[in-house]
C-alpha cells in the first residue's frame, strides 16, 4: 500500500558490475569510468577556484587570477563538462565581481 523507497545503486557499484556481453560494449564501460573521473576531477578543481576567487578582497589578486579562472571554465566548456552559456554566466559574475571591488 506505502511507498517504498528503491534503492539507488552507487555509481562505482554499478560501473564494477559489467553486464555487457561484448568487448567494446566492455572497453566502452572502462572509457566512461575514466572519462566521468576526468572530467570530475576538472570540475571540482574548477568549483574551488572559482569559491577561492569569490572570497577576494584584494583587487590586484583578483585581476591577476580572473585569466586563470576563465581559462578553466572555458576548458570545461569545451570539453562539454558544463553549457558554454554556464561558463559565460559565471565568467560575468565573476568580472562583476572584480568591478566591485575596491
Given amino acids: 500500500m506505502g511507498y517504498q523507497k528503491q ?4 555509481i562505482h557499484t ?3 558490475i559489467k553486464m555487457a556481453n ?3 560494449s566492455e572497453k566502452r564501460i572502462r572509457q566512461t569510468k575514466v572519462r566521468r573521473l576526468t572530467n570530475r576531477y576538472a570540475f571540482r578543481t574548477t568549483r574551488n577556484s572559482v569559491h ?3 572570497n577576494l ?3 590586484e589578486e583578483a585581476v591577476k587570477l580572473y585569466p586563470e579562472v576563465c581559462s578553466m571554465l572555458d576548458k570545461l566548456a569545451k570539453k562539454n563538462v558544463i553549457h558554454q552559456n554556464k561558463a ?3 565568467k560575468s559574475k565573476l ?3 572584480v568591478n566591485s571591488l575596491s
Fill in 7 to 10: 534503492k539507488k545503486l552507487n
Fill in 57 to 59: 578582497t584584494s583587487k
Fill in 14 to 16: 554499478y560501473a564494477s
Fill in 88 to 90: 559565460n554566466n559565471l
Fill in 95 to 97: 568580472a562583476a565581481h
Fill in 52 to 54: 577561492k576567487f569569490r
Fill in 22 to 24: 561484448h568487448k567494446s
